[in-house]
């Protein structure tokens, strides 16, 4: 059974040998990295990236307030596995991601949660809301 895509973004990442535990199983901690990995490229190609100059919008500086994860099954090894997220919420300074982490072929889920961010003012570190630009993409990332 193919899972179902209708919302959000897939984006194919990496897993590399140093992600594994001595299993051969992608470690429990790496998932969040991964994730990463995955909601990186795709901001980026937008325009809201990091490079030596710093952030390239105000929108990159927030804090990961909540992650939450259950592990399905394991992903067995180096090579290329699916991450697929979207946007739960999108509030005035904050934003609920849920995820999942798909085989290539999209037939198996090996794990699935939420990650909830805030974005912070880079002087004071307090909440401050989203920019346009991050409401217009986040509002594209909406799971309807």
């Known amino acids: 059974m193919t899972l179902a895509l209708e919302y959000g973004h897939v984006e194919p990442i990496a897993v590399y040998f140093d ?14 990295v ?35 994860i259950t592990y399905l099954r394991p992903i067995r090894g180096a090579g290329e596995v699916l991450v697929h997220f979207w946007l739960n919420h999108m509030g005035q300074s904050s934003a609920e991601y849920g995820f999942r982490f798909l085989s290539t072929d999209r037939q198996t889920c090996y794990a ?33």
């Open 112 to 144: 699935e949660g939420r990650r909830a961010i805030v974005r912070l003012d880079p002087a004071t570190m307090r909440p401050t809301a989203w920019t346009e630009s991050a409401r217009e993409i986040g509002t594209s990332l909406l799971k309807h």
């Open 19 to 32: 992600d594994l535990d001595a299993m051969g199983l992608v470690h429990n901690a790496r998932y969040a």
């Open 34 to 68: 991964l994730l990463e990995r995955a909601v990186a490229p795709y901001w980026t190609a937008r325009g809201h990236y990091f490079d030596h100059n710093g952030p390239s919008t105000p929108d990159l500086v927030h804090a990961v307030r909540e992650f939450s």
